[in-house]
């Protein structure tokens, strides 16, 4: 009878290289608008949407490197669940060369209704994250019925002149202090009296600005239609190549 070499099951995987995705070589920024019922999307539905449009694409995505890779995607800080974007941002990174028309293309072809990419830049494969740069933010915020009363504009002129104005919020059972004021650079009401224009950076929280204008009437604040218009990053970098 013919033996048989036992066989370490361990062993004959140590033999074996682990899979390793491609590395990333060409990173893309898009812009793109959230609109519609879809802006209604979490930020985690959003992405979900992203990654599922990217692999029906057949697009050369990156993956992340180690034991769980991911698509090797980023977006700008989250928009409040229902808010309309317009000029949001999104970053790709590829395993090759892609011209970002071919992309912008190929993407809104499985997008839903709302979503859609628009012109995108090459821009440095290791260059600053958008997490971690400066940002300019213009958003609107209009009635849908009614206009601005004078105490809304006393309460604006209150909150422009004052250098910081402090709320307290609980998260996880602590209390803490907020500054409200942080971040917000104008505040500007239209001739109509109906849309508020409102100029920020990054540390702007504009959800606790409109309680503070409306004088905390919730109900007030969730009949508005708020959009974040435009959304820039500084100092900008310059574009490897544009759209």
């Not at 440095?124 to 004078?150: F, Q």
């Amino acid at each position: 009878m013919r033996r048989t070499e036992n066989v370490n099951p361990r062993e004959d995987l140590k033999s074996v290289a682990p899979f390793r995705p491609p590395e990333g070589r060409h990173r893309i920024r898009f812009r793109f608008t959230k609109q519609g019922v879809n802006r209604f999307l979490s930020h985690l539905e959003l992405q979900r949407v992203f990654r599922l449009a990217v692999r029906r694409a057949r697009l050369p995505i990156a993956y992340t490197q180690g034991f769980n890779p991911h698509l090797r995607l980023s977006f700008g800080r989250p928009l409040p669940t229902g808010w309309t974007g317009r000029e949001e941002l999104v970053e790709f990174v590829f395993h090759e060369s892609i011209d970002p028309a071919a992309v912008v293309s190929a993407l809104n072809e499985q997008f839903p209704e709302g979503i859609r990419l628009a012109g995108g830049e090459v821009v440095a494969l290791h260059g600053p994250s958008m997490d971690g740069m400066e940002m300019e933010i213009v958003w609107t915020a209009s009635l849908r019925e009614g206009t601005l009363s004078e105490a809304h504009r006393r309460a604006i002129d209150s909150f422009l002149e004052s250098e910081s104005i402090y709320v307290e919020e609980t998260r996880k059972r602590k209390v803490r202090r907020v500054d409200i004021r942080k971040g917000v650079n104008a505040i500007i009401p239209s001739e109509d009296g109906r849309t508020l224009t409102f100029e920020t950076n990054q540390d702007a929280n504009l959800r606790r600005v409109l309680h503070y204008v409306f004088e905390g009437d919730e109900h007030a604040v969730r009949g508005l239609d708020c959009a974040r218009e435009v959304l820039s990053l500084l100092p900008e970098e310059e574009p490897v190549s544009v759209l």
